[in-house]
């Protein structure tokens, strides 16, 4: 399913972005792009989208700004007196003279830059990716709802084709009867009742789609209770989608009539048109 969110914050030190979007894949791809600085936290990042989304092609920005004074510096005492010390030992007569303040700061540690805290920044960075990751999946969870209704409506309208042609067979039968009594006359053969009667069974044999029909019942049913589930129904979906395009294929193979094929047809289309949106599903 397609999807799209964005997180920001800025405090003192920082200007975090989030960004995530998504489109259908038949399996789950996540592509994930930030700085260096930030790229020990990938790995954490990957575990929680993949606990959460099970398919799609994922892209994720994290963008991180610092802000205010990033030069600032602290003299580090401890550093300090361990360099006097050891200038002390290396000199103790003291004839190369004392050292300047420059010399001294300018040494190994003395003087240390202040960064803010790591961890900090850390644990802004994944609350807000928390937080984008709350808003795409309620928009996934809004498409899914819609394309559900969507999918209702297209078994509805299988129903309906199909009520028409339960409805249609009894007349379909008595015509094709109608017809082998003609195409009798008009070879002007008396036919044995019994002769005749088998004859007109063994085609509406070869014209039964009660099986069909059932089969389709069945499976629409059983589209309507995946469609209540929780979790990834799109492969299960799927599934139902195969079985319901070889259903009205037969259903079509053994038409007895235009309106029968033109029933053929038109679940057809409407299982090619579930097939699409279904294929936008977890």
Known sequence: MTAFARATEESAQWRISVEMKS??????????????TLRHLEGT??????AAVARGKVEIWLFVETLGDNNA??????ALASWRDKLA?????????????????????VLVKEYNSE????????????????DFLAMREREGTAIAAVLGARLDSMSAVLDGVVADLPQLQEKT???????????????????AGQALSQILAKMDIQE????????????????????????????????????ANTLGSKAGDNAQSQASVELKVLIEQMREQVQNLV
């Open 23 to 36: 489109v259908n894949h038949r399996f789950l791809e996540v592509n994930v792009k930030m700085g260096d």
């Open 45 to 50: 990042i990957r575990e929680r989208l993949q």
């Open 73 to 78: 510096q602290r003299l580090d005492a401890t």
């Open 89 to 109: 030992a290396a000199d103790p007569q003291g004839m190369l003279g004392q050292p300047t303040w420059r010399d001294v700061l300018a040494l190994p540690g």
């Open 119 to 134: 961890d900090a920044l850390d644990a802004a960075v994944l609350r807000l990716f928390d937080a984008a990751l709350a």
């Open 177 to 195: 009867a109608a017809s082998l009594q003609e195409r009798l006359r008009a070879l002007q053969y008396e036919a044995d009742p019994a002769v």
């Open 212 to 247: 069909e029909l059932d089969r389709l019942h069945f499976h629409i049913e059983e589209a309507r209770k995946t469609l209540q589930q929780d979790g990834a129904i799109g492969r299960r979906l799927d599934f139902l989608m195969q079985e319901f395009n070889r259903e």
